[in-house]
């Protein structure tokens, strides 16, 4: 596998669920990312991992909560959502935290919260 | 906090050239960029440019920067259909933080028509 992928693709989950969405780099990189992508709204950064350390929390509610075990490897485990986190949850990975560096991204999981 | 923004559709025939535009709102963003977004894939770099720029060309990609106005505009020469796309203009912030963080437009979506 090469560059960035998640799983599963598309996820449909109660509001009482409990439920992980999982993304793997394979490129080396060292800085990991969430976004979130609603209809008709600008892209949402949520977390920023460097060097498996959280660098950056967006103000993000505690039913997101966020794991980064090593560079490689990101998950957002997911817990009591709202129909209204329903999304396209983007990871993203780049060398460096930083805006000399290119992020690259998965192709998300299409999270639907009934 | 900063805000990017795109018009949300753009219809064009195919053999037209196509101009997105974005204005942001941090004049000290040092570099602004253009992603784009195919259906059912994650956001790709397209291009960027350097704040003290006014113009990059890359092959059928020109970008136009207007510092004055915090004005962005990629225009594609010779739109093919397989441009089809969701197009996100963004700008880095945070320029004394040590972190930087792209901030995204709601997305530009291309239709190109034959």
């Known amino acids: 596998e090469t560059g960035v992928t998640q799983t599963p693709r598309h996820l449909v989950m109660g509001m009482t669920n409990k439920k992980s969405l999982k993304c793997e780099q394979h490129?080396?990189?060292?800085?990991m990312y969430w976004y979130k992508q609603s209809a008709k709204k600008p892209l949402e950064l949520m977390f920023v991992?460097?060097?498996?350390?959280?660098?950056e929390n967006n103000s993000v509610p505690s039913r997101f909560s966020p794991e980064c075990p090593n560079s490689s490897h990101l998950f957002l485990h997911l817990h009591t959502l709202q129909p209204e986190d329903s999304a396209l949850y983007l990871c993203?990975?780049?060398?460096?935290?930083?805006?000399?560096?290119?992020?690259?991204f998965g192709p998300g999981t299409r999270l639907t919260v009934t | 906090g900063e805000d990017v923004e795109q018009s949300l559709f753009l219809s064009v025939r195919e053999g037209d050239s196509s101009v997105i535009n974005c204005t942001y709102t941090?004049?000290?963003?040092?570099?602004l960029y253009w992603y784009k977004q195919e259906p059912g894939a994650g956001l790709q770099l397209l291009t960027y440019?350097?704040?003290?720029?006014d113009m990059k060309q890359d092959q059928r990609l020109t970008v136009l920067l207007n510092k004055k106005d915090k004005h962005l505009s990629l225009r594609i020469a010779d739109t093919q259909t397989g441009d089809s796309a969701i197009y996100f203009c963004?700008?880095?912030?945070?320029?004394?933080?040590?972190?930087?963080?792209?901030?995204f437009g709601t997305g530009t979506r291309l239709l190109v028509s034959p």
């Open positions: 440019i350097f704040s003290n720029m």
């Open positions: 991992y460097n060097f498996k350390e959280q660098t």
């Open positions: 963004a700008e880095n912030e945070g320029k004394d933080t040590g972190f930087q963080k792209l901030v």
């Open positions: 941090d004049s000290s963003s040092t570099y």
């Open positions: 993203a990975s780049s060398p460096y935290p930083g805006q000399l560096y290119e992020q690259y």
């Open positions: 490129l080396g990189h060292n800085a």
